[in-house]
């Protein structure tokens, strides 16, 4: 009755794997790691950390080898299809709302809690008594003035630059998209790799304001509840930039090696999609964290 | 043929070596197997923990722990159980049975399904080691309000690293039930024919997948705030610990929803096949399960009424709150018509869903007090809260998964368990969990707070009934340990379709269910549907 045929009206029932497991221990050491570090255990937590990342990039490699090796054998259906552009998108969406916590954040303390800590409505007697003196505004840094006077990142400067860059490389992706399903691959390669530089101008343009904003503005995470929120959105933000840069390279070598065709190429509509999640996350970090 | 293809014990007769069926799996059923076995292991870890609490206040005075460590019992018992009990059990019972009753050859994506099983063992390594760690494991309550959680032991980055595991196990296990409901069922098995189990799967996975990343972020920020000078939570530089109160219950709510809406399908399964009847009102079930998800987004701030929030805040939360009480009612109606007229019998999963029913709905009558905020001002952080969702959560959750593992365990073992042992167990279990939590109703009316390991003498008669019960109760779960063990090893054979009254494509499929299960799709048959034929 076990059906691991490539027969495609059969849902394909992968065989066995260790990489869930070796992905398992994985997370443990870098997670264990980081909190050993965190902790003062420098040391092990660095080895530990650092083995652990070895080991998930290990566990990628093998893994995502494993399908695309049974991917191009042919032995995914339609079906098989479906259920990975299922995942992907609900795993998007839960990325969504990752970022919620962080935007929620945000406006909380625009809305509320700074206001309240400066005396509007039922924080009156908090401003009073505890904090008084304190005018609420935003930016701030809190009745304490934690982390010390900051200075700020004007919208229009690089903000704007990048994001009129992540906006043309969800342009360039669409344009490698066209390429790849009417089957012109070296305008697929073109585009993509254009997307690829783009997303890595990006992150050299926002390694740059970070640097900047440590080194010459005094804006740091420990900025307060300015800095929190502006580093912590951007940096996850960036973070996520990066993991999408790394998968467009990704399947920019797949490309080069035919791996898609043009009715199908999950991989590449997968990649597209998160690329494009992360250039709507940034239209709403450069509205609320730059420009209002 | 396939009778002899058990999936439990004759690891053997498809000759994959113990590691690459156990460790290495795809299986739905062996990693259905996985969860459940974890997560009663994780139960009786829990409950050890429950018992030392239990015990401490035995009697009024500090006898048997120092605070500190009742603080971390309190905090890391219910972890275990939220997380590591009845999470994982609801997980493994969907494992074993969407892609069953379903008419799907597995999950949609197995090998994912295996790694949402194997992050879980490491990551209650993880929390559980914090215990043995200097300072001690985290001692501020499950919910790590912040100031507090992060004024303990340095542990705390071991326990938001834990929570961050247990948070991409559950997403990725609830990607995969997603999946396999909206693409691998059967022809035929249309969605508003599939099982209420699945239905009800279904939705909290979807709760599932908007609600764990929220937690993920509310304890990143927890992090930063101890280790990277954030100040999220912190007033002095504009932040605000109730900050973290509003992002960890828009997490929390749905999250107590997440651990009853599968016990809801699990009791809407068990009562039609005794009642020998089909579900009374199936569409009305599958829109009151969706009514309660929706609302459980809308009314997080009642676990902060006394927190301080402005009054229109209080009224919306409040009414919002009241509200769910309608989808429920509706649901407990249904279950109570589908009784009506049945020709009933009362074998064990029966009279846990029975259980379930009556208790559980008790359970819901204390919520809707606490949910009348000037009476919850009194009831806030008493042990009436305590009550209440255990009350949910033990004679809800636990006895729903208690009902559907005797419910499934002959398809699953291909034997019966023993009735006589069976119904011991309910009727032990039933009797001291009244007498372990029916009294914190009264302790808590009186004004004992929770999570304190000393209390006035006044509640000393009260307390030690409670205690009592605790550990028949605890005593009691051994009993179910080794009715499910012996039912693994053998017993009386069971039949296909197990139950009389069962319906189902569950039970079409031999006992024990083969390996693999329908390779090719099934036929569906309208009849054959535990809800009867829906079409007109």
């Known amino acids: 009755m076990a059906n691991t045929t490539h027969d495609p009206n059969v849902y394909y029932v992968p065989h066995g794997s260790k990489w869930p497991l070796v992905g398992s221990v994985g997370l443990f050491l870098t997670v264990g790691g980081f909190a050993n570090w965190m902790n003062g255990s420098t040391g092990l937590g660095q080895v530990m950390s650092l083995a652990g990342v070895a080991i998930l990039l290990w566990m990628m490699w093998g893994w995502f080898g494993d399908v695309i090796r049974e991917s191009v054998r042919g032995m995914y259906n339609r079906q098989v299809g479906v259920?990975?552009?299922?995942?992907?998108?609900?795993?998007i969406f839960s990325e969504v709302m990752f970022f919620a916590a962080f935007f929620g954040a945000l406006f909380y303390a625009r809305a509320l809690s700074v206001p309240w800590l400066g005396g509007v409505g039922d924080g009156a007697a908090t401003n009073a008594f505890l904090w008084s003196g304190f005018d609420a505004a935003w930016p701030t840094n809190g009745p304490a003035a934690i982390g010390g006077d900051f200075g700020l990142i004007p919208a229009w400067g690089l903000p704007l630059l990048n994001t009129l860059i992540l906006l043309a490389s969800g342009v360039t992706i669409t344009i490698a998209h066209h390429a790849l399903k009417a089957g012109q691959r070296t305008r697929l390669l073109v585009w993509l790799g254009a997307t690829i530089v783009l997303g890595v101008i990006f992150l050299v343009f926002q390694a740059e304001e970070y640097v900047h904003a440590y080194r010459d503005l005094n804006l740091t995470?420990?900025?307060?509840?300015?800095?929190?929120?502006?580093?912590?959105?951007?940096?996850?933000?960036?973070?996520?930039?990066?993991?999408?840069?790394?998968?467009?390279?990704?399947?920019?070598?797949?490309?080069?090696?035919?791996?898609?065709?043009?009715?199908?190429?999950?991989?590449f509509e997968a990649v597209a999609w998160y690329w494009h999640f992360v250039d709507v996350v940034w239209l709403g970090l450069f509205l609320f964290v730059y420009v209002l | 043929m396939a009778t002899d293809h058990t999936a439990h014990h004759d690891a053997h007769h498809h000759t994959p070596s113990f590691a690459q069926r156990w460790l290495f799996g795809t299986n739905h059923k062996d990693i259905g197997t996985l969860y459940l076995v974890f997560s009663l292991v994780m139960f009786l870890i829990g409950g050890a923990m429950a018992l030392v609490i239990r015990a401490e206040l035995f009697q009024p005075g500090l006898q048997l722990v120092n605070p500190e460590f009742f603080n971390q019992m309190t905090t890391v018992h219910a972890l275990v159980m939220i997380f590591g009990a009845v999470m994982p059990a609801f997980v493994g019972l969907g494992n074993w049975m969407i892609p069953l009753m379903v008419g799907a050859p597995d999950m949609a994506l197995p090998r994912m399904n295996n790694w949402s099983f194997w992050i879980l063992p490491f990551a209650f390594l993880m929390l559980l080691s914090t215990l043995f760690m200097e300072g001690g494991g985290p001692a501020g309550g499950w919910t790590l309000y912040p100031p507090l959680s992060l004024q303990g032991g340095n542990s705390i980055a071991f326990v938001i690293f834990a929570i961050h595991l247990m948070g991409i196990s559950s997403i990725m296990g609830a990607i995969n039930i997603i999946a396999t409901i909206l693409n691998m069922r059967a022809p035929g098995m249309d969605l508003l024919k599939m099982p209420i189990f699945v239905w009800s799967w279904l939705i909290t996975a979807f709760l599932l997948i908007a609600v764990m990343p929220v937690l993920a972020g509310a304890v990143t920020m927890l992090l930063t705030d101890k280790f990277f000078a954030t100040s999220f939570f912190n007033a002095a530089g504009g932040g605000d610990p109730v900050l973290f109160q509003h992002i960890f219950w828009f997490f929390g709510h749905p999250e107590v929803y997440i651990m009853i809406l599968p016990a809801f399908g699990i009791i809407s399964e068990i009562i039609p096949t005794f009642a020998r009847k089909p579900l009374?009102?199936?569409?009305?079930?599958?829109?009151?399960?969706?009514?309660?998800?929706?609302?459980?987004?809308?009314?997080?701030?009642?676990?902060?009424?006394?927190v301080g929030m402005p009054l229109g805040g209080e009224l919306f939360f409040m009414y919002a709150t009241m509200l769910i009480a309608v989808p429920t009612g509706v649901k407990v109606f249904n279950w109570v018509s589908t009784m009506w007229k049945g020709s009933m019998t009362f074998e064990t999963p029966m009279l846990f869903a029975l259980g379930f029913v009556v208790m559980f709905t008790i359970g819901g009558f204390s919520g809707l007090m606490l949910a009348i905020v000037p009476a919850d001002f009194q009831y806030h952080d008493t042990y009436f809260v305590v009550a209440h969702f255990h009350y949910v959560l033990v004679t809800g959750a636990i006895f729903a998964i208690m009902a559907g593992t005797y419910y499934w365990l002959p398809k699953w073992t291909g034997f019966m368990y023993n009735e006589t042992l069976g119904k011991w167990h309910f009727w032990l279990s039933t009797i001291f969990v009244n007498l372990l939590f029916f009294p914190q109703h009264f302790l808590g009316l009186a004004g004992m707070p929770r999570r304190i390991p000393d209390y006035n003498i006044a509640f000393s008669d009260f307390n030690m009934i409670s205690s009592v019960g605790a550990f028949g109760f605890g005593l009691s779960q051994l009993l179910f340990a080794y009715i499910v063990w012996s039912c693994a090893r053998g017993g009386a054979r069971a039949t296909d379709r197990v139950w009389e009254g069962a319906k189902g494509l569950e039970w079409t499929v031999p006992s024990p269910a083969p390996h693999h299960t329908f390779t090719t799709p099934p036929r569906i048959d309208d009849r054959e549907l535990a809800h009867g034929d829906v079409s007109h």
């Open chain 1, 221 to 267: 995470l420990g900025s307060g509840i300015y800095g929190s929120t502006f580093f912590m959105l951007t940096g996850f933000h960036g973070l996520h930039v990066t993991l999408g840069t790394i998968m467009l390279i990704v399947i920019w070598f797949r490309c080069l090696k035919g791996h898609f065709s043009r009715d199908d190429h999950f991989g």
């Open chain 2, 280 to 306: 009374f009102g199936y569409q009305a079930m599958v829109y009151a399960i969706a009514s309660i998800a929706f609302l459980s987004f809308i009314v997080w701030a009642h676990h902060m009424f006394t």
């Open chain 1, 83 to 91: 259920s990975f552009r299922m995942g992907m998108i609900w795993f």
